[in-house]
Nanobody, 128 residues
Framework: QLQLVESGGGLVQPGGSLRLSCAAS????????IGWFRQAPGKEREGVSC????????NYADSVKGRFTISRDNAKYTVYLQMNSLKPEDTAVYYC?????????????????????WGKGTLVTVSS
């Protein structure tokens, strides 16, 4: 009952930046933690970042720490992933996913299991 739509992907030069958006529609609640995941060609899906329903807790994979920033605007039902200093190895389809948190407003885990809803993904290509 919750629909997630990613946007903002595209082609960017190494060292460049992109901002991904994850917009929620349908049944919408502020009681979801949101995770960003990515899947590179020929590789397994991996967790990138997450943000708790309150926005008060964020976590990042070591590979993106210091370069990516996750944020959310619950009034707009949108979560963002600001990606800076992009590297070719960041090339992947990026997915957002929602996990029902209820009163656990500091829940923030970017494991695929446990996510209740998934977007269809947006492609990020980092290349010269």
């Amino acid at each position: 009952q919750l629909q997630l739509v990613e946007s903002g992907g595209g082609l960017v030069q190494p060292g460049g930046s992109l901002r991904l958006s994850c917009a929620a529609s349908g049944f919408t609640s502020a009681y979801y933690a949101i995770g960003w995941f990515r899947q590179a060609p020929g590789k397994e899906r991996e967790g990138v970042s997450c943000i708790s329903s309150s926005g008060g807790v964020t976590n990042y994979a070591d590979s993106v720490k210091g370069r990516f920033t996750i944020s959310r605007d619950n009034a707009k039902y949108t979560v963002y992933l600001q990606m800076n200093s992009l590297k070719p190895e960041d090339t992947a389809v990026y997915y957002c996913a929602a996990q029902w948190a209820g009163v656990l407003n500091r829940l923030c885990v970017f494991d695929s299991n446990g996510m209740n809803y998934w977007g269809k993904g947006t492609l990020v290509t980092v290349s010269s």
